[in-house]
């Protein structure tokens, strides 16, 4: 039954291809305005089964917000410890394609990286990574969602990286994930797993090159950029927890600097909601001021982030908490 689901959402989102053409020839045209907008961030859920009514409320009151134009999605749409079936792959897909706006998601390591546990079914991740991207990439170029947008995105295999502007400001999504940008070993891991680090790392930093280049030619106010995982930038430099994320933390230092406007690092994977700014220059040893990291609700924690973009702001982002009332009452 749900692969049937799957079927139908697909065919629709391909029906829904030509008339986002037109909705995109409207989204560059409010490219060149400076006009403020809103949009949800979530991250690491749903986790837990019992949770899914949480989950429920959160995609309600989205939905009923007529002031969002878009919803991210940090990674990690199940937890670590739960089957990396097809069956749960298209219950995930499901679930999200009750939101009515835009779905943009990145992937997180839950979802292929650590498959390879035996509570996960020992799955191959890369056969994992390739099922994941058929199921929530099958338009490259085309968001999720009831009413998806048209976005770049970047040359296969890496389809799941995506771009676009808004008023001025650039977004890009990246797949950066946690165990170590899946470099932490496994029992049946091969050299093509080695590869795909490798390949993916390169891909992600020539995206950040990209993305940053494309917003200085276009005179962008800001940028920010989604991943799922928490790269340890407070660790220091050559520490076991910055393995993998070192090139992209370097990658981020250098585009921000010269950038030199607010920058947003969004992320999630600790299930710590956070705001701060937690990147040191490598030689300067001082806080990158024009860089700000966002980390989203997660795990336990079902509740979503606001997230207020005015080019006009010296500050372009800012962030309200949207704690949602029957999660907190439910808990009490």
């Known amino acids: 039954m749900i692969q049937w689901k799957?079927?139908?959402?697909?065919?629709?989102?391909?029906?829904t291809f030509a008339s986002c053409v037109e909705a995109q020839q409207a989204l560059q045209k409010n490219a060149k305005g400076y006009g403020s907008f809103e949009f949800a961030l979530i991250g690491d859920v749903p986790y837990n089964?019992?949770?899914?009514?949480?989950?429920?409320?959160?995609?309600a009151e989205i939905n009923a917000d007529n002031?969002?134009?878009?919803?991210?999605?940090a990674g990690d749409i199940k937890n670590?410890?739960?089957?990396?079936?097809?069956?749960?792959?298209?219950d995930r897909l499901e679930r999200f394609q009750q939101l009515k706006k835009p779905f943009i998601l990145t992937p997180g390591d839950n979802e292929w990286t650590d498959c390879h546990r035996a509570n996960n079914g020992s799955y191959l991740p890369l056969e994992r990574l390739a099922k994941l991207r058929e199921i929530f990439y099958p338009v490259p170029g085309l968001t999720l969602g009831q009413k998806p947008m048209i976005v770049e995105a970047q040359d296969a295999p890496f389809i799941e990286n995506m771009r676009w502007m808004e008023q001025?400001?650039?977004f890009a999504t990246l797949h950066i994930v946690g165990s170590n940008n899946a470099l932490a070993p496994f029992a049946t891991r091969t050299s093509a797993d080695n590869t795909e680090v490798a390949n993916r790392i390169q891909a992600s930093v020539a995206w950040i090159e990209e993305t940053f280049a494309k917003a200085e030619a276009e005179n962008a106010r800001?940028?920010?950029?989604?991943?799922?995982?928490n790269p340890g930038f407070e660790l220091a430099k050559g520490s076991a927890g910055r393995r993998g994320f070192e090139e992209v933390l370097e990658a981020f230092e250098r585009a921000a600097i010269s950038f030199g406007k607010p920058v947003v690092l969004a992320h999630g994977d600790s299930h710590y909601f956070r705001?701060?700014?937690?990147?040191?220059?490598?030689?300067?040893?001082?806080?990158?001021?024009?860089?700000?990291?966002?980390?989203?609700?997660?795990?336990?924690?079902v509740h979503w982030l606001r997230v207020v973009v005015d080019?006009?702001?010296p500050e372009v982002f800012s962030v309200r908490q949207q704690i949602v009332k029957e999660n907190l009452e439910n808990h009490q």
């Open 49 to 59: 089964s019992v949770d899914y009514w949480k989950l429920d409320n959160v995609i």
């Open 67 to 73: 002031q969002l134009k878009w919803i991210l999605h």
């Open 168 to 170: 001025h400001v650039m």
């Open 6 to 15: 799957f079927v139908i959402t697909s065919i629709m989102v391909l029906l």
């Open 275 to 301: 705001i701060d700014k937690p990147l040191l220059g490598s030689k300067s040893r001082r806080r990158i001021e024009n860089i700000t990291r966002i980390e989203t609700f997660g795990a336990d924690d």
């Open 311 to 313: 080019p006009n702001s």
């Open 222 to 229: 800001g940028v920010l950029l989604l991943f799922q995982a």
């Open 80 to 90: 670590g410890s739960s089957l990396c079936s097809d069956e749960l792959f298209l």
